[in-house]
C-alpha cells in the first residue's frame, strides 16, 4: 500500500517553545490530509483536514492558533504547536487518501510522540 | 457515517482464528465498511474494505451479511503480531475523499501461545 512518513517520530520539548512536525506522503500525491492526535488509552481523535494551498479546517475545540498547519504541497503537511504546553504532550498521527487505486483508502503514518515538559 | 458497534476486547489463540464482528445497522447503500487496526504506538493500518461482497486480501477476510447491517473480519491464522486494537469504520464511497476517517472504540484483541 501506499506510503506516509512522519518527522520526527518522538519530541521532547520546553513548555512555552513550537514543535513542528511533518506529514508526508511518499509515493503519492495527496490534495487532503488529515491529522489527528491520541491521548493514552483512548481513540484517535480527528483535529483538522488541511487542504492543500488552501487554509485548513479546525474540528470543533481545536484551536488553530495553537495548532497551525500549512500544506505547501502535494506530498507534505506541517503541523506547528505554538507555545506548547504540558497538556499537549499526546501522540499525533497524520493521515493520507490515495485515489491512485480507484478506491479512496486512507494511509496513516507512524505517529509523533510529543512530550512537553 | 454510520455508527458502529464493536465488542471492547477479545481473546483469540495464537494459530487459531480470529473473528472480529462489527455492527452497522444504519449503513446506507453506498457506504463502505472499512477496517483497521492499530499496533500499540504506530499509526493505524489500513487492512480491508467492501461494500457487499465478501473479500478477501493477504492480510484477513471480510464477510459482510446480506443486509449489510453486520460485518466480520477473519484473520484466519492470528499470530502474537496481530494483538491490536482493530476498528471497523463505515463511510462513504471514494468519491467523499476529502472526509477523513472518524474512529470509534473499537475492539482489542490480545493473541496469546
Known amino acids: 500500500g501506499a506510503v506516509v512518513s512522519q518527522h520526527p517520530s518522538w519530541v521532547i520539548c520546553k513548555s512555552g517553545t513550537s514543535v513542528k512536525i511533518e506529514c508526508r506522503s511518499l509515493?503519492?500525491?495527496?490534495?487532503?490530509m488529515f491529522w489527528y492526535r491520541q491521548f493514552p488509552k483512548q481513540s484517535l481523535m480527528l483535529m483538522a483536514t488541511?487542504?492543500?494551498?488552501?487554509?485548513?479546517?479546525?474540528e470543533q475545540g481545536v484551536e488553530k492558533d495553537k495548532f497551525l498547519i500549512n500544506h505547501a504541497s502535494l506530498t507534505l503537511s506541517t503541523l506547528t504547536v505554538t507555545s506548547a504546553h504540558p497538556e499537549d504532550s499526546s501522540f499525533y498521527i497524520c493521515?493520507?487518501?490515495?485515489?491512485?487505486?480507484?478506491?479512496?483508502?486512507?494511509?496513516f503514518g507512524p505517529g509523533t510522540r510529543l512530550t512537553v515538559l | 457515517d454510520a455508527k458502529t458497534t464493536q465488542p471492547p476486547s477479545m481473546d483469540c489463540a495464537e494459530g487459531r482464528a480470529a473473528n472480529l464482528p462489527c455492527n452497522h445497522s444504519t449503513i446506507s447503500g453506498n457506504e463502505y465498511v472499512y477496517w483497521y487496526r492499530q499496533i500499540h504506538s504506530q499509526g493505524p493500518q489500513y487492512i480491508i474494505h467492501g461494500l457487499k461482497n465478501n473479500e478477501t486480501n493477504e492480510m484477513a477476510s471480510l464477510i459482510i451479511t446480506e443486509d449489510r447491517k453486520s460485518s466480520t473480519l477473519i484473520l484466519p491464522h492470528a499470530t502474537l503480531r496481530d494483538t491490536a486494537v482493530y476498528y471497523c469504520?463505515?463511510?462513504?464511497?471514494?468519491?467523499?475523499?476529502?472526509?477523513?476517517?472518524?474512529f470509534g472504540k473499537g475492539t482489542t484483541l490480545s493473541v496469546s501461545s
Open positions: 493521515s493520507a487518501p490515495d485515489r491512485t487505486t480507484g478506491a479512496d483508502t486512507q494511509y
Open positions: 509515493d503519492f500525491q495527496a490534495t487532503t
Open positions: 488541511s487542504n492543500e494551498g488552501s487554509k485548513a479546517t479546525y
Open positions: 469504520i463505515v463511510r462513504f464511497s471514494f468519491n467523499q475523499a476529502g472526509t477523513a476517517l472518524i
